[in-house]
């Protein structure tokens, strides 16, 4: 079999831009919990509000480890009882309480 030298790069081109989006998915991995385009205008200002990042500048301050986090049922992104949506296990807010 004579494969032309293009479309094997070609083929591994697309190979390493498509797998790591894949294994974060199909590992459960929370790759992006900060979609907000379900969410109503002031739900997602409210977000904006209190500077919900998807990855927290201070290990500390994990959504994981705060009072309003709500696990998700396996793994990937959780949720939060204040602010609306989705939210990363590794993600902050201002609105961060530690857990008791």
Same mark, same amino acid.
């Given at each position: 079999m004579n494969i032309?030298?293009?479309?094997?790069?070609?083929?591994?081109?697309?190979?390493?831009t498509v797998l790591p989006?894949?294994?974060a998915l199909g590992?459960?991995?929370?790759?992006?919990c900060s979609d907000?385009?379900?969410? !109503? %205008?002031?739900?997602? =200002?409210?977000r904006t509000d209190q500077n919900y990042l998807e990855? !927290? %500048?201070?290990?500390? =301050?994990?959504?994981?480890?705060c009072e309003?986090?709500?696990p998700p049922e396996k793994s990937g992104c959780g949720s939060?009882?204040?602010l609306k949506g989705t939210v990363n296990p590794k993600?902050?807010?201002n609105l961060f309480v530690k857990k008791a």
């Open positions: 032309p030298r293009r479309d094997v790069l070609r083929g591994i081109v697309h190979s390493l989006a894949t294994f590992c459960g991995g929370a790759s992006d907000t385009s379900t969410l !109503s %205008p002031a739900d997602a =200002k409210m990855t !927290s %500048p201070d290990p500390q =301050k994990l959504c994981s480890l309003q986090f709500v939060c009882k204040v993600g902050s807010c």
